[in-house]
């Protein structure tokens, strides 16, 4: 980035500071590709010359080096370090207590480890009584000093207070009164951007599977395995899949405000209200991340260094609504709102996040209490994203939602097929439908109706067989069982399967009622998805499932991470309390809610 150091008005002496340093420098400018030739160029001599020892070495002050010269001395004497360890680099981090290098000096040096120990023991003792500091400030402190020194004589500001291009933006978009609406404003833009753009190749999209199942269907006996690839695999999948420009545009909005250098003033911007609601300023990248992917979210969060900031960011992830919800969202809010779906969608994400933050508040005040650390954090210069760049940060993270399709999904997705289809319910119907069929047509052949009321009628009929076949399949009876829980949240057995189905995933919810709804349609004319759902229920449902398929943990693979970050009890704890805050959240909505509506 030499061009924005130049630009700013910084002025860097680069044969000065390599020979200070003694290592070749070579100035970049990386998304131009400027100076790659001569970086390579450089690393080919490197790589040529004999291997030597540095010149440069920084002091630590005499206390420190007699300390440091004692610990060498041990270290050879016992064999302590391999052949390519620097005994020097050793002793000065034994003496910071880094722990990855006292656990590897263990290992190597065996038995003889107590006799280093103490000795490095006796070092750091020392230095704190002499310096009145531990070892690893009084190093840091010098290495500064050395920093220092080898800027006084290599650089420059060539105009000191100069107002970059940088600085202008932000006085706007990190204003204090301004900062959060321009924010919020953006976050709008996105979600209207992503949902309106995003329609026109969902649509495409559904029109080929669809005529790809026809086709199957046309070309295949009907009976199981045709149910199985049209019903099964094509209707699971292809369910998914429908999501994918939703995906990539939302991908690319997240892409642009990284790189643009926005992300990081945003995390800057929330950090009065973080620490507000008991989260530190940190809190918000892993929380932002959590929009595209809870589980690098939860990994992301090992930036927090206080234990409690990490736990509570971590257990409040879970309300960032990821990608594999957005499916979800899409189909409902187009099923129940389809003239402002945008505007729904953007709610949810909205409600979510307040949720975080009273969640956030209460875990606080309760399980975790305590200050949270103080906020520090660079701003980079603002930028304009290269074509390059942004392309491979959406592919990087769409490919992990089609590798999941694939993969996972599709494994779920045979997995609920065989859950809807078997038992079979053979002769065990309630009534004898074939005979009520018998009868229209009869009825028709006779005069007594018409060719349009005998196709209603074989299809009501069909549509009562089709659903005592769900209610008799392993699905069905799952479903059934479990209905007394969810019943209060105003939805039937189909949707309480499709919930447990979403602990799998939640991509899963869309795939297990494309499954679930393409099996009980009566014949190829029969309504979309989206317009069975929309007849099935009511929008304050529709909206309900939204909520909860919101609040409850993402995943079994973000749950399996979870675990691996935070240990098993914080793991329970998350599942535990998530799925009951789901539970009453939604009670609470539909019990209010069907007062007005």
């Not at 500001?157 to 959060?180: H, W, Y």
């Not at 749950?559 to 914080?570: D, L, Y």
Request: with cysteine.
């Amino acid at each position: 980035m030499t061009d924005i150091a130049k630009g700013s008005g910084k002025k860097i002496d680069i044969k000065r500071l390599s020979e200070l340093l003694d290592v070749p420098i070579i100035e970049t400018v990386g998304h131009q590709k400027k100076g790659m030739g001569n970086l390579l160029d450089a690393v080919i001599d490197v790589a040529e010359k004999s291997v030597k020892d540095k010149k440069v070495v920084v002091r630590y002050g005499e206390e420190i080096e007699n300390e440091i010269r004692k610990i060498i001395s041990v270290l050879k004497e016992e064999k302590a370090l391999g052949k390519r360890v620097d005994p020097r680099w050793a002793t000065v981090k034994l003496l910071e207590q880094d722990k990855e290098v006292i656990k590897a000096t263990e290992s190597s040096a065996g038995t003889s480890y107590g006799k280093i120990e103490k000795a490095v023991d006796n070092s750091i003792d020392h230095i704190k009584n002499i310096l009145r500091d531990s070892p690893e400030t009084a190093i840091a402190d010098a290495r500064y000093g050395f920093i220092s020194g080898a800027l006084a004589e290599s650089y420059e500001e060539v105009e000191p207070g100069k107002i970059t291009v940088s600085d202008r933006i932000d006085k706007v978009l990190i204003n204090r009164i301004l900062g959060l609406p321009i924010f919020f404003g953006l976050m709008w833009l996105m979600f209207q951007f992503v949902f309106k753009v995003g329609a026109y190749p969902m649509d495409w999209i559904d029109m080929g599977f669809g005529k790809l199942g026809d086709i199957i269907s046309n070309a295949m006996p009907e009976g199981l395995l045709q149910s199985f690839i049209v019903d099964g695999l094509i209707g699971g999948v292809g369910g998914v899949l429908i999501f994918t420009p939703n995906i990539i545009l939302l991908f690319i909005c997240i892409a642009l405000l990284e790189d643009s250098g926005y992300m990081a003033r945003a995390a800057f911007v929330m950090d009065r209200i973080m620490h507000k609601i008991g989260l530190h300023g940190k809190s918000f990248i892993p929380m932002l991340i959590g929009f595209g992917c809870t589980i690098p979210a939860y990994m992301g969060a090992r930036t927090l260094e206080n234990k409690k900031d990490r736990l509570i960011t971590m257990h409040v992830n879970t309300f960032m609504s990821c990608g594999a919800r957005l499916p979800i969202y899409i189909l409902l809010a187009g099923a129940f709102f389809p003239a402002h779906a945008g505007n729904v969608i953007f709610s949810i994400y909205l409600i979510g996040i307040v949720m975080a933050i009273l969640m956030a508040k209460l875990l606080r005040a309760t399980r975790f209490k305590g200050e949270s650390a103080p906020f520090v954090m660079e701003l980079p210069p603002y930028r304009v994203p290269t074509f390059k760049g942004v392309m491979i940060h959406m592919w990087e993270r769409t490919w992990l939602y089609i590798k999941k399709a694939g993969t996972i999904i599709l494994a779920i997705a045979i997995i609920m097929w065989i859950l809807f289809i078997f038992p079979k319910i053979g002769d065990n119907y309630s009534q004898d439908y074939n005979a009520e069929i018998s009868g229209f047509e009869e009825s028709f052949e006779s005069g007594k109706i018409t060719e349009e009321e005998l196709e209603e009628n074989i299809a009501a009929v069909e549509g009562k067989m089709a659903d005592e076949e769900l209610a008799y399949s392993a699905a069905g009876r799952i479903g059934h069982f479990i209905e007394p829980i969810f019943k209060p949240l105003g939805f039937d057995w189909r949707m309480a399967v499709a919930t447990i189905s979403g602990i799998a995933a939640k991509e899963v919810v869309v795939a297990t009622m494309g499954t679930l709804y393409s099996i009980t349609e009566a014949d190829e004319e029969s309504e979309s998805l989206r317009e069975t759902l929309a007849n099935e229920y009511s929008p304050l449902v529709g909206y309900n499932f939204m909520l909860f398929s919101l609040l409850y943990f993402p995943c079994m693979a973000g749950i399996a991470v979870f675990r691996r970050e935070a240990g098993r009890k914080e793991m329970w704890f998350q599942v535990g309390y998530t799925l009951l805050l789901a539970w009453v959240v939604s009670f609470v909505v539909f019990q209010i809610g069907r007062l007005f509506i």
